[in-house]
C-alpha cells in the first residue's frame, strides 16, 4: 500500500461545486503539505501543516482551504471551483527532522468546466 | 523573484548520450537543502537526492551525479549515458532552513522536460 495517499485520483467537476481532496499518510509524519502543478509552472505551494494544531498558508492560498482532521490526515477543499483551478494535486509529507517533503502522493488530477 | 531557475526548459537526447540538467538557486540563508525530482510521464513525484548547503562534494550514484557549487549557486544533475526510462520532468528545489514556520517548505523551478531517444 502506499505511504500517501490521495483520493480521488481524477476528478471532474463543473464551476462552482465544492470539493474535496482527500491525504491520508501511514508514515507517521508531522508534517503534511498541499500543492499543485501547472505545465511550465513547477509546483506552488498551497497551504502546509506542520502538526494538527498548526495550518499555515502557502503561495498561492486563495481560493483554498484546509483540514487537519487527524496526524495522518489533511484534506483541501476548494469551496467554489472556477477553471483555473484545474490542474495536478499533489499532497506530501515529511518528518519533524526532515528538511523538505520527500514523500508524494500520485497525484489528483482536478478539472473544472 | 524565481527561488530556483531551471533555464532548460526541454532537453532531446538520445539514447546513450550524456546530459547535464541545470539549476540556479537563489538564498540569503547560509543553511538550506537542495533538492531533485523526477516525474516520469505516469505523474508520481520520485525523491532523488537532497543535498544541505555545507556539503559541497560532488556525489554519485549509478548513472546520476550532482555537482553543487555554491560560489554559483548551482546544483546540476548529470545523467551519464542516458537510456529512454530517463524520460521524464526533472525538477530541482530549494528549502531554506531560516527556521520556525518556514523550515521545510519547498520552493520548486519550473521543471526541465528530458525526452531521451532510441
Known amino acids: 500500500d502506499a505511504d500517501v495517499t490521495q483520493t480521488p485520483r481524477n476528478r471532474i467537476t463543473k464551476t462552482g461545486k465544492r470539493i474535496m481532496l482527500e491525504c491520508s499518510q501511514t508514515k507517521g509524519h508531522d508534517r503534511m503539505y498541499w500543492y499543485r502543478q501547472d505545465p511550465g509552472l513547477g509546483l506552488r505551494l498551497i497551504y502546509y501543516?506542520?502538526?494538527?494544531?498548526?495550518?499555515n498558508k502557502g503561495e498561492i492560498s486563495d481560493g483554498y482551504s484546509v483540514s487537519r482532521q487527524a496526524q495522518a490526515k489533511f484534506s483541501l477543499s476548494l469551496e467554489s471551483a472556477i477553471p483555473n483551478q484545474t490542474a495536478l494535486y499533489f499532497c506530501?509529507?515529511?518528518?519533524?527532522?526532515?528538511?523538505?517533503?520527500?514523500?508524494f502522493g500520485d497525484g489528483t488530477r482536478l478539472s473544472i468546466l | 523573484a524565481q527561488k530556483v531557475t531551471q533555464a532548460q526548459t526541454e532537453i532531446s537526447v538520445v539514447e546513450k548520450e550524456d546530459v547535464t540538467l541545470d539549476c540556479v538557486y537563489e538564498t540569503r540563508d547560509t543553511t538550506y537543502y537542495l533538492f531533485w525530482y523526477k516525474q516520469p510521464p505516469s505523474g508520481e513525484l520520485v525523491f532523488l537526492i537532497r543535498?544541505?548547503?555545507?556539503?559541497?562534494q560532488n556525489e554519485i550514484s549509478g548513472r546520476y551525479s550532482w555537482n553543487f557549487q555554491k560560489s554559483t549557486s548551482s546544483f546540476n544533475f548529470t545523467i551519464t549515458a542516458s537510456q529512454v526510462v530517463d524520460s521524464a520532468v526533472y525538477f530541482c528545489?530549494?528549502?531554506?532552513?531560516?527556521?520556525?514556520?518556514?523550515?521545510?517548505?519547498?520552493?520548486f523551478g519550473r521543471g526541465t522536460q528530458l525526452t531521451v531517444w532510441p
Open positions: 501543516s506542520f502538526d494538527v494544531k498548526d495550518i
Open positions: 528545489a530549494l528549502s531554506e532552513a531560516g527556521g520556525g514556520s518556514t523550515l521545510g517548505r519547498l520552493y
Open positions: 543535498r544541505n548547503s555545507f556539503d559541497e
Open positions: 506530501a509529507t515529511s518528518g519533524r527532522s526532515s528538511i523538505g517533503p520527500q514523500h
